[in-house]
């Protein structure tokens, strides 16, 4: 989805979820990537920190469309939202909690 200023955002359609009220944690991982696990708890943790905040995990293997279109090379990968579905931040590998933190002070 492109907004009216022609950037790209990422919404419901795309994430099969809605967008957190303030900011969205998506996370692209893999059945066997081991460090995508310990992503999702700390992802899941700073989501139930944050209010309005929203973690979204999308399986790489089925979603290889967004994937391709999105330019994501390997798991765990990490994108933090915007309200608007912007893209602020990205990350690959598995993030430390205040990185997480601090990238969502960019997007809310």
């Known amino acids: 989805?492109?907004?009216?200023?022609?950037?790209?955002?990422?919404g419901a359609?795309?994430?099969?979820?809605?967008?957190?009220?303030?900011?969205?944690?998506?996370?692209?991982?893999?059945?066997?990537?081991?460090?995508?696990?310990?992503?999702?708890?700390?992802?899941?943790?700073?989501?139930?920190?944050?209010d309005g905040v929203t973690h979204v995990e999308l399986d790489a293997e089925a979603r290889l469309g967004l994937v391709r279109e999105l330019d994501i090379l390997r798991t765990p990968t990490v994108l933090v939202l915007d309200a608007q579905g912007r893209i602020v931040r990205r990350a690959s590998g598995q993030p430390r909690k205040a990185d997480v933190i601090a990238a969502l002070g960019q997007a809310v």
Not at 33 to 47: I, Q
């Open 1 to 10: 989805m492109r907004g009216q200023d022609g950037e790209r955002r990422l």
């Open 13 to 50: 359609a795309e994430l099969g979820e809605e967008l957190g009220e303030r900011a969205t944690l998506v996370q692209f991982s893999t059945a066997f990537c081991r460090p995508c696990r310990a992503t999702w708890r700390t992802l899941r943790e700073v989501a139930d920190m944050v």
